[in-house]
C-alpha cells in the first residue's frame, strides 16, 4: 500500500506540473513572448551551462540541442515535482512550497529577458497557483494519505484507480493547453507574415557561380546551401520574432555621434549581394557546421560611417534582441571583405531562424564572433573592456576561420567496388581562399586532388580525386588544404575550444 501510495503522489506531482505549465503556455500567448516561463527557464539555464558542456551538447545533439535541453527542462521540472509531491501533507506541504519555488524562479528569469515587463510574470504566477491546486486535490484524498483500506469504496469503485484516471485527465489538460498555447503564440507573434510581404531590395548581382565549380563525377554538396539545409547553431531556445516595423538598430558607444535606424531607414545606404562561407568555431574536423550562401544586404562599414569611429575603439559588440553577444574587431567590419548586415538570403528574405529581419554577415571570421542573428545594437567598445557571451565561457576574442578541408565521399565505413572510383569533399580558408587540396591513401604519398573552379575567397571550394581500388580490403583516405598564402592545413588536432578544430581529416572506407 505504501508503495501504491507513493506512486499516486509522484503521479500528482506530475499532473500539477503538467497543468502548470500548460497554463503558463497557453496565458503566456497573450503577453509579450518574453512572458514564456518555460523559454525563460531554458535560456537561463543556457547562459549558465559551462563553457564546456555547451560545447559537449554541440558536439553531441548538432542542431537538435535546444530540442534535447527542451525535453531535458520537462522532465528535470517532472521528477522535481514528483518528488516534492511524495512529501506534500496538509500541516507541512511540502510540494506546495516547491510549486511556489519554482513560481519565483520561473518570475526572475521571465524578468530577466530582455524586453520583459513586470506584468509577464502573471501566466508564471497563475500556473503555480493551478499547479498547487491541482497538487492539493489529487493528494488530500484517503488513498494519497494511505489510510484506505478497503480495496473498493462505497459505490465499488477504486478509489486507486479512480485517482489514477483523475491524475491522467489532468496531465491531458496540461499537454493540452501547452499545445493550445503554442499555437496561438505562433498566430499572435510570428512574423512569417511579415517576413512573407517583404521584397528584397534590387542590388548589383555578385559574380555569376562557374558551371565548373563543382568537380564532375563524384556526389558533393550543393556549391550553394539551400536555405532549408544550412547549418544552425545559436542559443535561442524560442526564435525571436522580430518584425520590420519594430527593428531599431541602435549604434553607440565609442563614437561621435549615436544613430539609431530603422529598417525603412536602411533604404538610403546602398545594398549588395555577396556569396559568403559560414562556419561554426564548434565544427569538428570532418564536420558538417558550415554553409555557403548568397547574402542580401548593406555594407557594415556605411552603417558606421556617420557614427565617427573613435581611433582607439577596437571591438563591436553586437547584441541580439534575445540578449546574445558577439564581439567583432572593427577593422573586419570596415576593411574591403564587404561584412554586411544581410536582410536576404539566396534571393529571399532572410529565414526566421536564420535572423530575420536582420544579421550580421563577416567573411572570414567563425560566427560567435560575428554572426549575430536578430541583431539590434551595435557598440563600439574595446576587447580590454568587454567580453562577448561565448569569450566569457573561454573562447577566444577574435576567431580568424582556420583552413580546413572535409571528406564528403566516401563516408566512415563505406564499400567500394575494385576498379575506378571517385571520392572528394571541401577545402575552406575563408579571407585567404583555397589554393590546393591534396588526398593521401593509406600511407602513400600526398597526391594532388582536381579542384573545382574557384569562386572567391570568402567562399569554400570543391574538390574531387579519382582513384582506382585494385586491393580489396580496409583502406583510408586523408585530405588537408592549403591556403592562398601558403599556408598549409596543420596536423595537429586540436578541439573546437577556444578557437576552432584543427586537423587532418581521415575515413577509412572498404575496398570490396
Known amino acids: 500500500m505504501a508503495q501504491t501510495t507513493t506512486g499516486l503522489r509522484m503521479g500528482a506531482g506530475v499532473a500539477a506540473a503538467a497543468v502548470a505549465l500548460g497554463v503558463v503556455q497557453l496565458t503566456a500567448a497573450f503577453f509579450s513572448p518574453a512572458a514564456d516561463a518555460r523559454t525563460a527557464v531554458g535560456t537561463a539555464v543556457i547562459n549558465a551551462t559551462p563553457g564546456p558542456v555547451k560545447e559537449w551538447a554541440i558536439q553531441t545533439f548538432g542542431t537538435a540541442d535546444k530540442l534535447f535541453l527542451s525535453v531535458a527542462v520537462i522532465a528535470v521540472v517532472a521528477v522535481l515535482a514528483a518528488t516534492a509531491a511524495i512529501w506534500e501533507r496538509s500541516r507541512i506541504p511540502v510540494g506546495t512550497i516547491a510549486f511556489l519555488l519554482a513560481a519565483i524562479a520561473g518570475s526572475v528569469a521571465v524578468l530577466a529577458r530582455p524586453g520583459a515587463r513586470p506584468v509577464d510574470i502573471i501566466p508564471t504566477l497563475l500556473g503555480a497557483v493551478c499547479g498547487i491546486v491541482v497538487l492539493r486535490l489529487l493528494t488530500s484524498g484517503r488513498i494519497a494519505e494511505g489510510r484506505a483500506t478497503p480495496a473498493t469504496d462505497a459505490a465499488g469503485v477504486d478509489p486507486g484507480r479512480r485517482l489514477s484516471l483523475a491524475t491522467l485527465g489532468f496531465v491531458a489538460l496540461g499537454v493540452l493547453g501547452g499545445v493550445a498555447g503554442t499555437v496561438i503564440s505562433r498566430r499572435l507573434h510570428s512574423v512569417s507574415g511579415d517576413r512573407d510581404s517583404f521584397a528584397l531590395p534590387s542590388a548589383a548581382p555578385p559574380s555569376p557561380v562557374p558551371s565548373n565549380v563543382t568537380p564532375a563525377g563524384v556526389q558533393l554538396p550543393s556549391f550553394i546551401t539551400p536555405n532549408g539545409d544550412f547549418y544552425r547553431i545559436d542559443t535561442a531556445l524560442s526564435v525571436p520574432q522580430l518584425s520590420r516595423a519594430d527593428f531599431r538598430l541602435r549604434i553607440h558607444g565609442m563614437v561621435d555621434r549615436e544613430l539609431t535606424y530603422t529598417f525603412d531607414d536602411l533604404k538610403k545606404f546602398e545594398p549588395i549581394e555577396k556569396v559568403v562561407t559560414l562556419t561554426c568555431v564548434s565544427n569538428p574536423v570532418g564536420g558538417d557546421l558550415i554553409s555557403n550562401a548568397t547574402w542580401t544586404g548593406y555594407r557594415v562599414r556605411d552603417l558606421l ?208
Open 305 to 512: 560611417r556617420d557614427a565617427g569611429i573613435h581611433s582607439d575603439a577596437d571591438m563591436v559588440l553586437s547584441t541580439s534582441v534575445d540578449g546574445f553577444t558577439a564581439g567583432t574587431p572593427v577593422e573586419a567590419l570596415t576593411d574591403g571583405r564587404d561584412a554586411m548586415l544581410a536582410i536576404g538570403m539566396n534571393g529571399v528574405p532572410l529565414p526566421v531562424e536564420h535572423g530575420y529581419p536582420a544579421r550580421l554577415v563577416v567573411p572570414g571570421l567563425y560566427g560567435y564572433v560575428s554572426a549575430t542573428k536578430w541583431v539590434v545594437d551595435l557598440e563600439l567598445t574595446r576587447f580590454d573592456k568587454v567580453q562577448a557571451y561565448w569569450s566569457k565561457l573561454g573562447w577566444s576574442e577574435r576567431g580568424p576561420i582556420k583552413t580546413e578541408s572535409r571528406i564528403d565521399v566516401p563516408r566512415d565505413g563505406q564499400k567500394v567496388g575494385k576498379g575506378p572510383a571517385a571520392f572528394g569533399g571541401v577545402a575552406w580558408a575563408q579571407n585567404r581562399g583555397v589554393k590546393a587540396v591534396e588526398v593521401r591513401i593509406d600511407d602513400g604519398p600526398w597526391q594532388p586532388a582536381q579542384l573545382g573552379a574557384a569562386y572567391s575567397n570568402d567562399t569554400w571550394r570543391l574538390w574531387s580525386f579519382p582513384w582506382t581500388a585494385t586491393q580489396t580490403g580496409t583502406h583510408s583516405i586523408t585530405v588537408r588544404a592549403t591556403d592562398n598564402t601558403g599556408a598549409v592545413q596543420t596536423e595537429d588536432q586540436a578541439p573546437p575550444a577556444p578557437d576552432g578544430a584543427t586537423g587532418w581529416h581521415s575515413v577509412s572506407f572498404e575496398v570490396v
